[in-house]
């Protein structure tokens, strides 16, 4: 019906009305109610068509239900899709100007590739967990995301190969990391053009394990597999780094830290704020093996750890601990120096913890690279012991305490240091995904974007 059909009766038409009126009075005065009422009816109707046709077509497409160039992929992860929604209400992160609208355009992958894995709560939550936090930070990043995929500068491909646990031991298996990818690039090559146009080198993968891209726990087997061909074109966000050439980080890389809960160290530092009593002087709590050579015929830590145990562990100034403690941060909080040892790869969790926790790190690792230098300046905040001298560690320690160590723990509790390192869901100005943010930035030459012609 068009809008002339919602007219006035014309006075030709009321003419009639009114003979038909005078005939036929009893009968025509309850058409005449009913007609007013029909015409009320459609009235309303078309009204409330109109507006909600309006509502609808301007309102924004929800996340789970973007689909760009024929994607067959599944729908939005449902947990994610539901942090993405918790605050949608809340003000928006705004893209700073030193970014010059920097845009991300992020995958749907079926659930095989991502979701499945959250069903296990140890998946967003273990050291690896980086995976999913910023997956989950970039999906909340409104002003960074794009739907539109040919305005995008870079891919980010959310693959979680890190959620798989042995059941013999409980740790990851990662074994099936490079399959697992592969399938994944094998779906958005098939179904999109992004990846063909730059052979993969504006994709984004997270790869937060011992040996990065490599895929394997053990160095000597990490580097005999290499990083798959697949992947060697692409921008890796690796925990693992070294300043000195290796196979596992020859590949365009971002360094990137551990993940730890930002919760969990909220709730530990309610109870024990940074300025708060630091009753014990070094601590460590973890694996240190008595005999160094374990069943892998490794030396785990390099000895190093083992070494730690043997020289300190009647030593009061040192509180060492082989058992596992759920409750460790407390632990952390009240130390005013922690031990942050390698193990089978140079970084630990225990750099991020102790940052977090106001606690001194002593790294122990020798030619480690660590994570976001122009926002941490590591060497303000830590202290970096060679492997060899773990016998000095006490003389050390004691000489640092006596002269720098006020100062050192003046930088370190800056607030904005602990931000720089904790990944959120939604992400905050500063924090680790922001540092992410800042050094995808800084590799965008103008050669990703802007040489690229997308055909339809």
């Known amino acids: 019906m068009t809008a002339s059909e919602l007219q006035k009766p014309t006075k030709k038409s009321r003419g009639l009305y009114v003979k038909m009126k005078i005939l036929h009075k009893g009968r025509q005065l309850e058409k005449s109610l009913f007609s007013k009422y029909y015409q009320w009816i459609l ?24 689909h760009v160039f024929g994607s067959r992929f599944s729908l939005a992860s449902r947990v994610l899709f539901d942090s993405v929604n918790k605050t949608s209400q809340q003000s928006k992160l705004k893209n700073p100007a030193k970014f010059k609208d920097l845009k991300i355009y992020i995958y749907e992958l079926s659930s095989e590739y991502n979701e499945k894995w959250l069903s296990n709560k140890r998946c967003s939550n273990h050291l690896f967990a980086s995976e999913v936090a910023i997956h989950r930070a970039l999906l909340n990043a409104y002003d960074f995301r794009t739907l539109d995929p040919t305005e995008a500068d870079f891919f980010f491909v959310p693959v979680y190969v890190s959620c798989n646990f042995s059941t013999a031991n409980g740790f990851p298996d990662i074994g099936h990391a490079p399959s697992l990818l592969f399938s994944a690039i094998q ?13 993969g080198s504006d994709h984004i993968f997270v790869a937060s394990h011992d040996y990065g891209a490599c895929f394997h726990a053990m160095e000597d087997r990490a580097i005999d597999g290499g990083i798959p061909e697949f992947l060697k074109n692409s921008i890796i966000l690796q925990t693992f780094g070294v300043n000195y050439r290796h196979p596992c980080q020859d590949v365009e890389n ?5 993940y730890i809960s930002p919760e969990i160290i909220g709730k530990t530092l309610e109870k024990a704020p940074l300025t ?16 160094p050579k374990n069943v892998s ?21 040192f509180y060492l601990h082989r058992n ?38 002593v790294i122990l690792a020798d030619g480690i690279r660590l994570p976001f230098p122009s926002a941490v300046k590591w060497a303000e905040i830590s202290l970096t012991v060679a492997e060899r001298d773990v016998g000095k560690l006490g003389q050390i320690l004691e000489h640092v305490a006596a002269t720098n160590l006020s100062t050192i723990q003046r930088n370190l509790w800056d607030p904005a240091i602990k931000h720089a390192l904790l990944f959120n869901d939604h992400m905050q100005e500063g924090d680790a995904t922001w540092q992410v943010l800042i050094s995808l930035y800084n590799k965008l030459d103008g050669s990703y974007k802007k040489s690229r012609v997308w055909s339809q």
């Open 276 to 291: 708060g009593n630091r009753d014990i002087m070094v601590f460590f709590r973890g694996k240190m093996e008595v005999h």
């Open 187 to 199: 779906s958005i090559s098939t179904n999109f053009p992004f990846w063909n146009h730059s052979r």
């Open 297 to 317: 015929g490794k030396f785990y830590s390099k000895r190093v750890r083992t070494q730690i145990w043997r020289r300190y562990k009647g030593d009061k100034r």
């Open 43 to 66: 009235w309303f109707s078309f009204t409330l068509y109109f507006l909600t046709s309006f509502v609808i077509t301007n309102k924004p497409i929800p996340l789970s239900k973007t």
């Open 254 to 258: 971002i360094l990137i830290p551990p």
């Open 324 to 361: 596992r403690f759920t409750g460790y941060h407390s632990e952390i909080a009240r130390s005013v120096f922690c031990l942050c040892p390698l193990g089978w790869a140079p970084w630990s969790p225990r750099l991020v913890e102790s940052v977090a926790l106001g606690c001194v790190p």
